[in-house]
């Protein structure tokens, strides 16, 4: 089950030896040492950018466009069963 962590002082110098460079106060979904997140963005920056992340891939892009595609509004995430659905099956079960 993913979980969640905040960066601080004392924690981002581990997330950035794993390649994730992020400002502090950002919050972060990871699992089995992963960013991953099935059910939403994966990373809340403090100045409100989410990226969206499964397995430790980022896909912000490719969800961006599955909104677009499908004209849902993306600021209110997968707030439906539909929506989650397809986003598991597109982008988790793949």
């Keep these: 089950m993913a979980q969640w962590t905040e960066i601080t002082e004392e924690n981002r110098d581990?997330?950035?030896r794993k390649g994730i460079y992020?400002?502090?106060?950002t919050k972060l979904s990871y699992e089995?040492?992963?960013?991953h997140r099935e059910d939403g963005p994966a990373v809340l920056s403090p100045d409100g950018v989410e990226r969206w992340?499964?397995?430790g891939r980022e896909i912000?892009?490719?969800v961006k466009t599955?909104?677009?595609e499908h004209k849902w509004d993306l600021a209110?995430?997968?707030d439906t069963p539909e929506k989650l659905a397809l986003f598991k099956a597109t982008f988790v079960s793949a």
């Design 32 to 35: 089995l040492g992963q960013v």
């Design 76 to 78: 209110k995430g997968l």
């Design 14 to 16: 581990e997330w950035s």
């Design 66 to 68: 599955l909104f677009r």
């Design 53 to 55: 992340y499964v397995r």
């Design 60 to 62: 912000t892009a490719e």
């Design 22 to 25: 992020l400002f502090l106060g």
